[in-house]
């Protein structure tokens, strides 16, 4: 019985894994083709037709992303792409930590953007009539109205370091150690080719010099 409700569940997870993958790509070329002038609340005449890849539900679509967390907007495609990624591959396994630990990071980035108002104000106005909210909603009350007013800019900043680097490190499910220690011994094997290089060059001028 255990393994009949198994099998279910896990094709269940792959089929999900599998639709994912058409909504990711969907929603980044909307993302990509986004202008506010296809949004009537945003304009008044809007441009007709819609000038979005994906027509009025990519626009609307990438209208809300960009709403909610601004430029961080960007990396919900990735995300998606890893999650099914995850449901396709992993479909055994616990989703949902990762799942959080995925909006972790998004929630990370828009604080940091929302941090620089000043230095994307211009790419916000512009290009997606943000005004002066470069993280979206999210950066801004949680970082600019809740973070920042009780840990200032750089506790907020290393607070969304440290759960953006955890959460990293958690979706990877890879321990900092190892990480560690394969840049050590990619560190090593890039110097003793430099070496093996410098020898074969000395090799050759001596040669030469013969």
Known sequence: MARRKTKPKKA???????????????????????????????????????????GPVGAWSAWVVFKVFGLAGFLVPLLLAVWGLIMLFQSGERIWPRVLWMAGILLGVSVLL???????????AERFNLDDLPGGLSGYFLGRQLLTN????????????????????FVAQTHPAELWAAWGEWRE????????????????EEEAER
């Open 189 to 204: 094997r890039w110097r003793a080719r430099r070496e093996e290089i410098a020898a074969s060059r000395r090799s050759a």
């Open 150 to 169: 009780f840990l200032g800019v750089v506790g907020s900043v290393v607070i969304s370091l440290g759960v953006i680097l955890s959460g990293l490190f």
């Open 12 to 54: 269940w997870r792959e089929t999900i894994g599998l639709l994912m993958q058409a909504v990711w790509v969907l929603l980044l070329l909307a993302l990509a083709s986004y202008t506010w002038r296809d949004i009537p609340w945003e304009c008044s005449p809007c441009q007709s037709p819609t000038a979005n890849y994906i």
């Open 114 to 124: 929302d941090l620089q108002v000043s230095f994307w104000s211009g790419v916000t």
